[in-house]
């Protein structure tokens, strides 16, 4: 059985977000013991399973992802590596729609390797600041919001870039208060770089102190972001020691997500289920 590691929002290696990928022949997902058992040896923000689905459905592909100690409801870069294995190998031509727990997501392939996402815009609620949140992050918000439950993630919004580059989370005390974690933000300092907004995401109750590009955060960042720059098509920066950009393109209750992804390991996973 083969197992890649794949860079996703990212056109170089060791950049990006690492995700496994694994392409299954059955018509059925293993169990999750072993599932999870995998994802917890590679290690990685998350690793994907894949198998085929029958034709004329409304989905090509049947999609999970799990943590090294979880199997999360949405996850925007390890669908990007999933849909850039299946183009690269030819195991898919054109669009692919994956049917996953947020329902069908859509993956399209541009000639020069770009890939665009479709996933449901996530809904934004304004809360109060949480008490945990100034502490746990040393520093103190702008505003707060809520976002859909599949994302499961507080917005923080910052006062500048510098202040989101900066931070050094205390990550206990991120465990527990929020459904996944916590997407913080601002805008670009100079957008003149490429980029309007920057974020990093932090989630350890899932395992993951700081993920290094979040595609399904992005759900939540396109509409937070296209309503105060006042465009639909944007570029966010992930500030991670590995960063990683993402363009986005909000299309009402669908955001489009887009990037380049790059396969850095193709091996064999021995320990088949």
Known sequence: MRIRIV??????????????????????????????????EVNLSETAYAHPLPPGGDADWALRWFTPVTEVDMCGHATLATAHVLHSTGRAKGAVRFAAR???????????????????????????????????LGAWPVSVHDTSEEVGDL?????????VRSLVPD??????????GVIVTAAAEDP?????????CFFPGVGVD?????????????????AR????????LQASART???????????TLLMGRAVTVIDGELLATP
């Open 171 to 180: 990550f206990a005390s991120l465990v527990g208060p929020f459904r996944r």
């Open 210 to 226: 700081e993920d290094p590009v979040t595609g399904s955060a992005h759900t939540a960042l396109a509409p937070f972001w296209s």
């Open 192 to 200: 003149g770089r490429g980029y309007d907004f920057v974020s990093r």
């Open 155 to 163: 917005l923080v919004e910052l006062a500048d870039e510098r202040t």
């Open 102 to 136: 947020p329902g069908v997501l859509g993956a399209t392939a541009d000639e020069d390797g770009t890939l665009t996402l479709d996933f449901p815009t996530s809904s934004l609620t304004p809360v109060p600041v949480p008490d945990a949140v100034p502490d746990a």
């Open 7 to 40: 860079d996703a929002f990212t056109d170089r290696p060791f950049a990006g977000n690492p995700a496994g990928v694994v392409l299954l022949d059955s018509d059925s997902f293993p169990d999750d013991g072993w599932l999870q058992r995998v994802a917890a």
């Open 244 to 254: 990683g950009l993402v363009r986005t393109a909000l299309r009402g209750d669908r």
């Open 229 to 236: 720059l006042g465009r639909t098509e944007l570029t966010g």
